[in-house]
C-alpha cells in the first residue's frame, strides 16, 4: 500500500477536528518545502489565521 493510500485509509476513522490539523500541518509542510516564504510567517499565518476568519473580527474591521 502506498503512502497516499495509507493516509487516505486514516483519515476514514478520524474525527474533524483532527483532519482540520492535518490539514494545516500539511499545508504549512507545502510551503515549508517551497522555501519562497520565511518560516516564522507561515507560523505565524497557520496560528493567527483562526482569529483572522472569525465573524467578530470582520465586524471589527466593516467600518475601515
Known amino acids: 500500500m ?3 493510500e495509507q493516509i487516505i485509509r486514516e483519515t ?11 490539514l494545516e500541518y500539511l499545508q504549512y509542510l507545502k510551503v515549508k518545502h517551497q ?4 518560516e516564522t510567517l507561515l507560523l505565524s ?4 489565521k483562526n482569529d483572522w476568519l472569525k465573524p467578530e473580527e470582520d465586524a471589527a ?3 475601515l
Open 61 to 63: 474591521w466593516q467600518n
Open 12 to 22: 476514514e476513522n478520524t474525527s474533524d477536528p483532527i483532519l482540520s490539523e492535518v
Open 35 to 38: 522555501r519562497e516564504i520565511p
Open 45 to 48: 499565518e497557520l496560528v493567527l
Open 2 to 4: 502506498s503512502i497516499r
